[in-house]
């Protein structure tokens, strides 16, 4: 009798599930079936299959980085990852390649008055450099406005917090407005004060062109931090084609703009400047109406509390650090540049906007670690194993990018200068630099990908720190050699800054105890033992 019920018992049974196979399924020797989850870790693996807001090549890069390594061992695991990392890193580009909008915007408004302006008048050309520091370098340190937008959205939504989400993307977007409202304010009132430190009191009709430029333009400082703060929003939800119509958009109306008001009216670097302006303006409302367009209430503001500051300046502060060492680098650059007259800062001029143009291609390899990285460092759904190998993936395309990069981006100065400028004498001072600008542009992506590691797993007080002590040394260099007038010697100090943070980013992230290979890196509890 009781074997009748054990035999009615197991025809009753209901059959084990049978998992969907993949090529890692295919790599694996046969085995035992591994044990049914409990029905928690069940409904985890269920939401985790269906992420929101995701299609098209966001898809297919979630599921490439899902699969990879699935065993979640450091044996097994690494090699079937290996055996598809080439399927990854196409998965990556696929995703991380419209994204390029976000950053490509800014570079490709002042390079298009560069090469407009350039046509017309060395004098303008040279004013253009103070003018795009005054404008586009102060923007790159509200990047901690997007740094904080796209951590903080990406985690709520991926805790299906939709409410909160709308809340943080209103506090961000008023924090936005107010510094972009203050920003303008500051253009209105210090502005010429500002450029005449920077480029010294006797370069009257230099300063003039640059002020004209930087006046303009400062009426989009609201529009373009409200901007900047709705472009992060769209990549927390995993939405990188927003940017890229944006970019479409205020790219044409610059160019058309520029060739209109600078050649056929004679306008100008201020017709440069006004071309720039409304192109941004019309990129920011694009990014708000994108994010309408998704359910959210782009055009809501919400001012924050003190706690909510203080959550804001926990993630934001490092990161402001880090950009404003950066920016103040680059700036610095210029300045030398400013003491070895009008011929040798128009090339520096060029070369400095051929470079922003070039390196802004390896941010979105950044903005995808800080996308996918948390949940593998620290998330619930926590896999050291397909973080390294999603590492190795971004290094190989920011290797591959910087390649490609230096070999264009050299290749046009040198061979096609009239591009930019048809003054020789500017042209012979822009070969001068070719080497480190080279050296520049190969080490440039690879740096996004290791910064951007860096910011997923927050180990922003070492980033922070690392920036620090690379600007220190390399503003001492520059101001050493200030003196002598050497404009290739600023851009070897360049080399250095930049090959010194890739080398500091990629020692901290290989270390036996960082984050890719500790999994309590990042734990309060493991923090507050070790400062013990």
Known sequence: MSAHLRLLSAAHRPPAPVSAPTSLHRLRLPGPPPPRP???ARLRLLLLLRPPRLGGSQARFARAVRCAGEDGGDGDGDAAAGAGIWEQVRDIVVFAGPALGLWICGPLMSLIDTMVIGQTSALQLA??????????????????????TSNMVATSLAKKDEELAQHQVSMLLFLALACGIGMFLFTKVF??????????????ELISSANTYAQIRGFAWPAVLVGLVAQSASLGMKDSWGPLKALAAASVINGVGDIFLCSVCGYGIAGAAWATMVSQAVAAFMMMQNLSNKGFRAFSFTIPSVRELLQIFEIAAPVFVTMT???AF???????????????????QVMINVLCMCTVWGEPLSQTAQSFMPELIYGANQNLTKARMLLKSLVIIGAITGLTLGAVGTLVPWLFP?????????????HRVLAPYFSVL????????????????????????????????GTLLLMLLRNKGSLPGCWWILVL??????GSALLRLISPTGMLFNKNFNQAEYIEAKAT
């Open 38 to 40: 409990p029905p928690a």
């Open 418 to 430: 009239s591009v930019f400028t048809n003054d020789q004498m500017v042209v012979q001072q822009m």
């Open 127 to 148: 004013a253009l450099g103070p003018g795009t520091v005054f404008c586009d370098y102060l923007s790159y340190i509200f990047m901690f406005l997007s740094v904080a």
């Open 497 to 502: 800054f930049q090959w010194s943070r890739f």
């Open 330 to 348: 680059y700036a610095l650059l210029t300045y030398s540049a400013t003491s070895m007259g009008a011929i040798t800062l128009a090339a520096h």
């Open 191 to 204: 502005g010429t004060q500002v450029l005449t430190a920077f480029t010294g009191s006797g370069n009257y």
């Open 325 to 327: 060492s950066k920016v």
């Open 442 to 473: 190969l080490v440039t992506p690879s740096i996004h990908c290791l910064e951007g590691t860096l910011l997923a797993g927050r180990d922003l007080r070492y980033l922070s720190q690392s920036m620090g002590v690379c600007f220190s040394i």
